[in-house]
């Protein structure tokens, strides 16, 4: 199986040629299910850049609206959204050489429904608002390697859902990360990338109210390979295991960053994390407290997780590769 697997890998890169990657869908955070007439979508053409983005809030995002440049010749799309009407309208201008690298918000309710109650857009140079009303339920899209294109969602009486189209530069593109913010020593940072036509086998978390170590093991032609101990400085009480099948593949993670405890606390760590897959849901593992994140994706491949370490795991992204 393993070996067809290849060659038909192979067999798919030579008809690609040199065909562009395709842009990959992360997200969406809020309301996640809903009819086809209240799917929105903004897609920017090639060569297109995003010079505004018009916004009406009050205490929730109740439209958007985006104006893109293209040779000195600006386009508004309509408007998503918008049933209703908040109390304010705001503008985020962003200069020729200004891009979106990230995107930071919330979540509230509605008639019984998740909408976003308040945006933020962060760019190469600063960070535009927040606009609308910030609750506690906070969601962030940070990523690298790779360039805004758009934005997706539901939308009704409010914007209800929000994702981001980003196109990697090459392949491979990083999320996140979520946890401790300060940049690492060399010793601190961890990293693992699946190798071309490997499969990630296992997943082996040592964890208790924190997750202290990951360890990854991948199969290639019926041989196992595992990693090197990310994290690790000090042990949980558990070491639980994910087996996943041969045609399973991680789709999300979500999880909660917390302060640690114990012999050395006060950082801020990763203190749960769950993995999804085209199949189920694994975990989640450590408990469950602080400020939570979730990230999912689409259009693209799971190849890998990397952050920072220590006596736990700081932090945590994912690296994820665009389908030609």
Not at 75 to 90: A, L
Not at 291 to 314: A, E, K, R
Request: proline share 2%; with cysteine; glycine share 12%.
């Amino acid at each position: 199986m393993a070996w067809i697997a290849e060659k038909l890998d192979k067999a798919l890169e030579l008809q690609a040629g040199s065909k562009v990657a395709r842009c990959i869908r992360i997200g969406t955070w809020g309301k996640q299910n809903e009819g086809s007439e209240s799917y929105w979508s903004l897609e920017l053409e090639q060569d297109d850049h995003l010079s505004k983005v018009i916004i009406d809030h009050g205490d929730a995002i109740y439209t958007l609206m985006f104006t893109s440049i293209s040779k000195d010749l600006s386009h508004t799309s309509t408007k998503v959204g918008g049933n209703e009407s908040g109390d304010t309208i705001s503008e985020a201008t962003f200069d020729g050489d200004e891009e979106i690298i990230g995107v930071n918000g919330t979540i509230d309710t509605r008639g019984g429904h998740k909408i976003i109650s308040s945006l933020s857009f962060k760019t190469n140079k600063r960070t535009h608002g927040p606009f609308g009303h910030a609750t506690e339920t906070s969601f962030s899209i940070p990523w690298e390697e790779g360039s805004l294109v758009g934005f997706y969602g539901l939308a009704g009486s409010y914007i209800e859902s929000i994702g981001v189209y980003i196109k990697p530069y090459e392949e491979i593109i990083k999320v996140g990360t979520w946890g401790k913010s300060q940049p690492g020593r060399p010793q601190n940072q961890w990293s693992f990338q699946l190798e071309k036509y490997h499969h990630l086998n296992k997943i082996t978390i040592n964890h208790g109210d924190l997750i202290y170590s990951l360890m990854f093991t991948t199969e290639h032609r019926g041989l196992l390979h595992t990693s090197k101990l990310a994290g690790g400085w000090n042990g949980g009480e558990t070491i639980s295991e994910i087996i996943l099948d041969w045609n399973e593949e991680i789709h999300a993670i979500d999880g909660t960053v917390g302060v640690s405890r114990g012999d050395d606390p006060g950082n801020i760590v990763i203190s749960s994390i769950s993995f999804m897959t085209n199949k189920k849901t694994h975990g989640p593992f450590g408990d469950a407290r602080g400020t939570p994140f979730t990230v999912s994706w689409d259009d693209c491949s799971f190849v890998g997780f990397y952050g920072l370490c220590g006596w736990y795991i700081d932090s945590i992204g994912v690296y994820l590769k665009g389908i030609t």
